[in-house]
């Protein structure tokens, strides 16, 4: 059974940083491209990041560039969110995918889904 598993997100205040991580199983991951997506109550799901399965080629959204930064481990079935200069507007649900493709940033591409990890930013 292919699941992938988030943790890491929490309540922080505006300017802080938090670190999500994804923990992929069931199947070998390392071919697969990973990404995080976000969505906020009553609002789409929007692309954040997302890494080639060699981990070389990285992809952002233009509110989280500079901010924030993915990678993964060397087995890759572990990625990482690094969260840095928090803003109420990264208030929302945090979702790790995984497809057998390139690093796609459009959620309908991804193939595995988490449950999701809440991060709050408050002002």
């Known amino acids: 059974q292919v699941q992938l598993v988030e943790s890491g997100g929490g309540l922080v205040q505006t300017g802080g940083s938090l670190r999500l991580s994804c923990a992929a199983s069931?199947?070998?991951?390392?071919?697969?491209?990973m990404g995080w997506f976000r969505q906020a109550p009553g609002k789409e799901r929007e692309f954040v990041a997302a890494?080639?399965?060699?981990?070389?080629?990285?992809r952002y959204a233009n509110s989280v560039k500079g901010r924030f930064t993915i990678s993964r481990d060397s087995a890759g079935n572990t990625v990482t969110l690094q969260m840095n200069s928090l803003k109420p507007a990264d208030t929302a649900y945090y979702y790790c995918?995984?497809?057998?493709?390139?690093?796609?940033?459009?959620?309908?591409?991804?193939?595995?889904w988490g449950q999701g990890t809440q991060v709050i930013v408050s002002s």
């Open positions: 069931g199947r070998t991951f390392s071919s697969y491209a």
């Open positions: 995918a995984a497809q057998n493709a390139v690093a796609g940033t459009v959620p309908f591409e991804y193939r595995y």
């Open positions: 890494i080639s399965w060699s981990g070389r080629n990285t």
